[in-house]
T-cell receptor
């Protein structure tokens, strides 16, 4: 079956612009996760969803970052007034449920802020 | 702050040898543990998971878990150059169900 998909695969934006990153999880997966990975660094947790609800937003770096999920499926991560330090690969993952199941990653969106 | 520690490497092994990757974690309540492989420029790929103490084998891969020692490892038998990648250990947080990722061990298999 289809895996996790993300769009766009690459995004170049100017500092100060807003960007939206999209994640389409594996069909039937109720849990969805967003991570950020800067060049040569580990995975930084941003936020997760169980259904449409985000119980833990503690990983969002600042109030410029927000995320939503609608219909228990597609999720959008929005970064407002982008800064150069936001440049990274943004990874989405999904699992069958929050309390169990393996997590599978999408291909990521590479964001470059100029 | 719950932590996961891995030797960053690189761990260099000759082709055909056994590669041993180790991980320690601080969350005593963690019940499930995952190993991901990440090639340069790619996203992490799940290769193994283990929930119970002991060994779990899948092809050339064996995951080993010791909850008392808070230690999990991944063995790769008959290592191939195509196994060269960064291996990420990820226990699942017992309180929040988040995956806590280590920074990974870079493995280089020398032909």
């Amino acid at each position: 079956g289809a895996g996790v998909s993300q769009s766009p695969s690459n995004k170049v934006t100017e500092k100060g612009k807003d960007v939206e990153l999209r994640c389409d999880p594996i069909s039937g997966h109720t849990a969805l996760y967003w991570y950020r990975q800067s060049l040569g660094q580990g995975l930084e947790f941003l936020i997760y969803f169980q259904g449409n609800s985000a119980p833990d937003k503690s990983g969002l770096p600042s109030d410029r970052f927000s995320a939503e999920r609608t219909g228990g499926s597609v999720s959008t991560l929005t970064i407002q007034r982008t800064q150069q330090e936001d440049s990274a690969v943004y990874l989405c993952a999904s699992s069958l449920e929050l309390m169990g199941g393996e997590q599978y990653f999408g291909p990521g969106t590479r964001l470059t802020v100029t | 702050q719950k932590e996961v520690e891995q030797n960053s490497g690189p761990l260099s092994v000759p082709e055909g040898a056994i590669a041993s990757l180790n991980c320690t974690y601080s969350d005593r309540g963690s019940q499930s543990f995952f190993w991901y492989r990440q090639y340069s420029g790619k996203s992490p790929e799940l290769i193994m998971f283990i929930y119970s103490n002991g060994d779990k084998e899948d092809g050339r891969f064996t995951a080993q878990l010791n909850k008392a020692s808070q230690y999990v490892s991944l063995l790769i038998r008959d290592s191939q150059p195509s196994d060269s990648a960064t291996y990420l250990c990820a226990p699942r947080d017992s309180g929040t169900y988040k995956y806590i990722f280590g920074t990974g061990t870079r493995l280089k298999v020398l032909a």
